[in-house]
């Protein structure tokens, strides 16, 4: 049987001492306190800082516990969270596409709304947010099982309800379209739940890259989609860049 | 080059932000810094104008820095402000003789009910349109003339500068002493027909003239800034409520919008007609853009977004403000919990100085999922008392609201605010009305924009709640929220007491 690992112990060491007291702490005080070398305590202290799990206070140089390690109880992303931090950059990817914005997190096997903008045109639309939609006929939900496999259950395990001519049926096709998704970096959907309607999302991620709800634009599918059947690159590009800077905001802290 | 754009500073309650929009009235950066909150005693509420300007120096730069722009991108810049807020200067170090007095703060309560004893108040009326509150600029001013060293002294000798945050703002960045109808008119120094100060109200508040800014109008180049964005137009200034009026493009009688911040402000436009208000609204000028002032009725609510905070950290229910929909999701309804939030007494429509918070209909049952119902109920139906009130006051009924500010991210809200109004309740995409508001007066002045009409076609629905509340239930919780507001009611004895 393999030991234990030292740089683990070590680290543990190093956020039970943080957690042990109400103030920051030192390098010199934590290097002393645990007995290690100065260096050694440097490495193991900024490479818990590089994963979130120790922040620096940039005047005094000390180190304490960090954000990222108090998510680590939550149990998920609040819904509410996300669409506070997603919603400035929500509303700029409806500006910027002229198309509606949905939010989704995986919920019990299926797509969950946490928040949707109008298609900014003036046409009479309901608000969809709190809606459940299926995993593997929508954009949001093929992104959530392409980047996000602990949240949601395995393709073999969906039920492959044909909501259009459009929606992928078979688990070998679906399988092979989460397989795109996951090397373009977003998801399609042509039509294949809502007949003539279209979607593109991208994956939110937050600490340590994981990834948490999905950000997607919805329209008429020749409004996102050319001839070719190839989602129109700018749209991809805005999506993209709005998924990044939402990422970044998750990121951020509180 | 890129497309040049348009600045503004939101220099808010809690934080003072920079945005910058672009033609098609799209935010491209943002950036904030909170600034301390005093409280000195029960009542008081004072801000640092020297730190909240050390902010504007800090927040500008970042803004144009995340845009990748410099000052030269910058065509103008506007300014919102929180309103009512006291602040005095000399003007020869720049210092301000004591914090400002915020909008909240109470302390003037024995300055306002000598004025009404003394049979000012229907003068005052008469004059700038309001009641006597300690709501209002002028008895803060009167305040401070009275309890700072050498400030009354200072004042009458030209070395001592009033102004609201607006002013002072401006006054930092091109040196020049002005301040905009908007805020003016909530000083209850100024007469609301001439748009001038009346020497009858500095007469009967005791304000030597000379400590006064030049009012001016919305849209106009107030002067250059030196510092922060030099070269840079300082063009338009609105209080934060007005510019939200603006920013929503309610440019026709009728038009109402809601902002939803720390407290929550309804404004309808009334065209060029003052309005007169039998229910406790506040009649004020909306805007002055060109040569003819369009009024607005108001209805003020102090207390909304802060209720969530006070619940988030001095109760610790919750941890972020966005976790409150989490938690009120978690019960099906208030369970018979109504929470009156009248920490500073109540504003629209009711004005009761002397009322205080209560929570009633308390049981064993009650759980904080329902707290937190009871607390963003509290919103819905202060809307729907100053939305009564307007309806009532203007004999035009509201047909939907427009919303806009940090609650409506709330969706659980948003939709209460419906079924109580009755009406359907409106988002914009881009939710930062008041910051756009004063971009829009800035640009305008400059020929950013042409005309109000490019304005309006910036305005994009990003949601709408249709009301979908049982008539009944409606009328039955309306009813139990009265009655909880009655027993908010007398608790402070005297004013002076505080």
């Known amino acids: 049987m393999p030991g234990s690992i030292q740089s683990i112990e070590r680290a543990a060491a190093v956020l039970r001492l943080l957690g042990s007291t109400g103030r920051p702490l030192g390098l010199n005080e934590l290097a002393a306190a645990l007995g290690l070398p100065r260096p050694t305590a440097h490495g193991i202290v900024r490479t818990l800082r590089e994963v979130g799990f120790v922040e620096q206070d940039p005047a005094s140089a000390r180190y304490r516990l960090g954000s990222a390690l108090r998510e680590l109880g939550r149990g998920g992303w609040d819904w509410h969270d996300l669409r506070a931090r997603a919603m400035n950059w929500a509303d700029s990817l409806a500006g910027s596409t002229g198309l509606a914005v949905h939010l989704g997190v995986a919920d019990g096997g299926a797509v969950r709304l946490v928040h949707h903008v109008f298609r900014p045109d003036g046409s009479p639309q309901r608000i969809r947010t709190g809606e459940e939609q299926p995993l593997h006929a929508t954009a949001l939900g093929k992104c959530l099982l392409a980047f996000a496999p602990i949240a949601t259950p395995p393709a073999r395990d969906l039920d492959l309800q044909p909501w259009t001519g459009r929606t992928c049926v078979t688990v070998a096709a679906l399988e092979a379209q989460l397989a795109l998704a996951r090397r373009r970096g977003w998801a399609t959907d042509t039509g294949e739940y809502e007949s003539g309607v279209g979607g593109a999302a991208a994956p939110l991620r937050a600490s340590g890259g994981i990834v948490v709800a999905a950000l997607g634009v919805v329209g008429p599918v020749e409004d996102l989609y050319g001839l070719g059947g190839e989602l129109r690159p700018w749209l991809a590009e805005q999506l993209v860049a709005a998924a990044r800077e939402i990422s970044a905001a998750l990121v951020a802290g509180p | ?498």
């Open chain 2, 1 to 498: 080059m890129s497309e040049r754009v348009v600045a503004a500073i939101d220099q808010g309650t809690t934080s003072t932000r920079c945005l910058l929009f672009n033609r098609a009235g799209r935010m491209l950066a943002v950036a904030q810094r909170e600034h301390r909150q005093h409280y000195p005693r029960p009542g008081l509420v004072e801000h640092d104008a020297a730190e909240i300007w050390r902010n504007v120096t800090r927040v500008v730069p970042a803004a144009l820095k995340s845009a990748g722009l410099t000052p030269d991108d910058i065509v103008a810049l506007g300014i919102a402000n929180q309103r009512e807020t006291t602040v005095i200067w000399n003007r020869h170090t720049g210092a301000p003789l004591a914090r400002a007095i915020t909008w909240q703060d109470t302390r003037t309560d024995g300055i306002v009910a000598r004025l009404v004893e003394d049979g000012h108040a229907p003068l005052i009326k008469e004059i700038c349109g309001l009641s006597p509150a300690t709501y209002f600029a002028g008895p803060r001013l009167r305040w401070l003339l009275d309890h700072v060293p050498g400030a009354r002294e200072g004042a009458e000798a030209g070395d001592v500068l009033f102004g609201t945050m607006e002013s002072w703002l401006i006054w930092r960045l091109t040196g020049r002493h002005v301040t905009d109808v908007t805020n003016a008119s909530r000083t209850m120094l100024m007469d609301v027909r001439t748009l001038e100060w009346s020497d009858e109200l500095l007469a009967i508040l005791r304000v030597p003239r000379r400590m006064l800014p030049e009012i001016r109008p919305n849209a106009e180049v107030y002067g250059t800034c030196s510092t922060v964005l030099p070269g840079v137009p300082v063009a338009g200034a609105l209080g934060d409520q007005q510019a939200a009026l603006v920013g929503q493009v309610c440019f026709s009688p009728g038009e109402v919008k809601c902002t939803y911040g720390t407290g929550a402000f309804l404004l309808m436009n009334t065209g060029t007609r003052l309005a007169e208000s039998t229910h406790g609204l506040i009649p004020t000028v909306g805007y002055l853009f060109d040569d003819k002032p369009v009024y607005a009725l108001e209805g003020a609510i102090a207390v909304t977004g802060s209720l969530v905070q006070w619940f988030r950290d001095s109760l610790g229910m919750i941890g972020t403000a966005a976790q409150i929909e989490t938690l009120a999701s978690s019960v099906p309804d208030n369970g018979g919990c109504y929470i009156v939030p009248a920490f500073s007494g109540l504003y629209s429509p009711r004005w009761h100085p002397e009322a205080r918070g209560v929570m009633v209909g308390l049981t064993s049952f009650i759980n904080r999922g329902h707290l937190a119902r009871a607390v963003l109920e509290a919103t819905g139906w202060q809307t729907r008392e100053v939305v009564d009130a307007m309806n009532a006051d203007s004999g035009v009924p509201v047909t939907r609201l427009k919303v806009d500010g940090g609650m409506t991210a709330n969706h659980l809200l948003m939709q209460f605010v419906a079924d109580v109004l009755d009406v359907p309740v409106e988002r914009p995409l881009g939710s930062e009305a008041v910051s756009l508001g004063a971009a829009y007066a800035a640009g305008l002045a400059v020929g950013y924009w042409p005309d109000l009409e490019v304005l309006r076609s910036n305005w994009h629905r990003a949601a709408a709640w249709e009301p979908a509340m049982d008539d009944e239930l409606r009328r039955r919780e309306h009813e139990n929220w009265g009655r909880a507001v009655n027993r908010s009611y007398g608790w402070v004895q005297s004013p002076a007491e505080e």
